[in-house]
């Protein structure tokens, strides 16, 4: 599983016009399913992301995690994250999880992550999403599971 996260000011998420998720202080989370990925996976990568540290302490060093500074998580599904892209001039998806399996990891990503962290929202599954984002730092990186 992949996440490549943003730690922001704030975040959101529209679909067809209709915001469908937002949040202000805290972490977007782009999210990538690939098919060797189980629930495993994803309370893997979801306890590394509650618990990476990379909010500024009272003397600036990232020494804070998310629920250290009451943030927010803004979860997006983002399948191109999973694209092999290290030949050629076209990305290739086949470590990309099916659709039925990233859904259903996504979806349980989703409702474990609202049950350990609140001030969760979300993008919607698969659907053209316009994501907007103020990245604060910029401070940006890409977490992955084995």
């Known amino acids: 599983m992949l996440g490549l996260i943003q730690r922001v000011k704030s975040a959101s998420v529209e679909v067809a016009g209709q915001q469908s998720g937002a949040i202000e202080q805290g972490i977007l989370l782009l999210l990538g399913v690939e098919k060797t990925d189980t629930h495993n996976s994803a309370d893997k990568l979801l ?18 995690n998310l629920q250290q500074v009451s943030g927010g998580l ?6 191109t994250l999973a ?6 001039l076209r990305p290739s998806f086949s470590s990309a999880a099916p659709p039925v399996l990233a859904k259903e990891l996504y979806d349980y990503f989703v409702a474990r992550s609202r049950l350990l ?30």
Do not use: W
């Open 74 to 79: 803004l979860i997006v599904s983002q399948f």
């Open 83 to 88: 694209a092999d892209t290290r030949k050629g």
């Open 117 to 146: 962290h609140p001030h969760t929202a979300t993008g919607i599954f698969a659907a053209d999403m316009q994501v907007s984002l103020v990245n604060d730092g910029p401070v940006t990186f890409l977490l992955q599971t084995e």
């Open 47 to 64: 306890d590394k992301i509650l618990a990476y540290r990379i909010f500024a302490d009272e003397t600036g060093k990232m020494n804070c």
